[in-house]
């Protein structure tokens, strides 16, 4: 493995492998293979992950979020090392005769390597295009360097939940959104559904008028101590109350029959006895998570959409700018979660 690579070597590489491709495509079609791009998509993993699963992911985004998609593997190492590869993505929209490609560039760095990579990859970003970097290992966020690496996207995802204790993270990110970097924690996008959930029962205009209301939210989890998710859902069902002029109290409700980290129950109840009652649990397992309903007498299931890497990323690239809504429940759970740890 050579000690540095060349970004002008990588270009050429791509560039014969879309004359290949054109070379390769059916003489009998005239519109032959077709490059989409529409952003760089930057992933960062450690080089003892299965890189397979990581292809599959962008595999599954390109037809929807087509990209130059480039994979960076970091070996733990004190030894500058770095080496590449190209190749390519390809698939054929149904009813259509013509191929769609997209160019992937693997690279392969050991952590000691990390300070050269700015300069390798921002000539590899396509101009004029937005870049994501996606942070999949909480290790590499810590790297020295990696907020110069970091510095090239437009946008950085990761998951606060691989970090450990919620506090620290959290307050970090809100640091980093109020510095002016655009961020996007999986945290919060696993609670689409919570709050797509939550936000149907208030569509009914006569649970709309109780909202102002509410006097106790009692969010139950797994584990010990609230996880980040836990800590954004209260944040935004807060601020969702404080708009409805309501004064609520939060309850934490841990010790439930569900994995660590996982949320299990939100409850929204007001103080009179004969008021609003809300309730939402989760029952199944991995394969299939329902959610059982209750709104006063009323109860009623409903499936949860699947929560997996492609169907997050995916709601992830369709923001390209920032995320108020976020951004707003970050900052108030960075300070939940300093004051309880204090």
């Known amino acids: 493995m050579s000690t540095t690579i060349q970004p002008e070597t990588i270009l050429r590489e791509l560039a014969d492998l879309w004359i290949s491709l054109g070379k390769e495509s059916d003489p009998n079609q005239a519109s032959g293979v077709l ?62 005769r013509r191929q769609i490609c997209c160019e992937q560039i693997e690279i392969t760095a050991s952590d000691a390597s990390l300070p050269d990579l700015p300069p390798v990859i921002l000539p590899l970003a396509v101009a004029d295009l937005p870049v994501v970097l996606w942070c999949r290992a909480a290790r590499l966020f810590g790297l020295k360097g990696f907020q110069q690496l970091a510095a090239i996207a437009n946008k950085v995802v990761l998951h606060s939940g691989a970090f450990g204790g919620p506090a620290d993270i959290l307050g970090r990110l809100d640091e980093l959104t109020r510095s002016g970097r655009i961020l996007a924690d999986v945290a919060w996008t696993r609670l689409t559904r919570w709050r797509e959930l939550i936000a149907q029962i208030f569509e009914n205009r006569s649970y709309l008028a109780q909202l102002g209301a509410v006097r106790r939210v009692r969010i139950g989890f797994g584990g010990a101590t609230p996880s980040s998710s836990a800590y954004y859902l209260a944040a935004w069902v807060l601020d969702c109350l404080d708009s409805a002029g309501a004064n609520a109290s939060l309850i934490w409700g841990p010790g439930e029959k569900v994995p660590e980290g996982e949320l299990a129950r939100v409850e929204l109840t007001t103080s009179d006895s004969g008021g609003l009652q809300v309730a939402i649990t989760v029952t199944g397992d991995a394969e299939r998570v329902c959610a059982d309903v209750r709104v006063n007498v009323l109860v009623s299931r409903t499936v949860f959409a699947p929560d997996n890497d492609y169907t997050l990323l995916r709601q992830e690239l369709s923001i390209p700018g920032r995320d108020p809504v976020f951004e707003k429940a970050l900052g108030r759970a960075a300070r939940m979660a300093a004051t309880e740890k204090s």
Request: aromatic share 8%.
């Open 35 to 96: 490059r989409a791009c529409a952003m760089t998509l930057i992933t960062l993993v450690e080089e003892s992950e299965d890189t397979s699963d990581v292809w599959s992911v962008m595999a599954a985004l390109m037809p929807e979020h087509p990209s130059r998609a480039i994979v960076i593997r970091f070996r733990p190492s004190a030894e500058r090392a770095l080496s590449s590869r190209v190749f390519s993505q390809c698939w054929m929209p149904f009813g259509q």
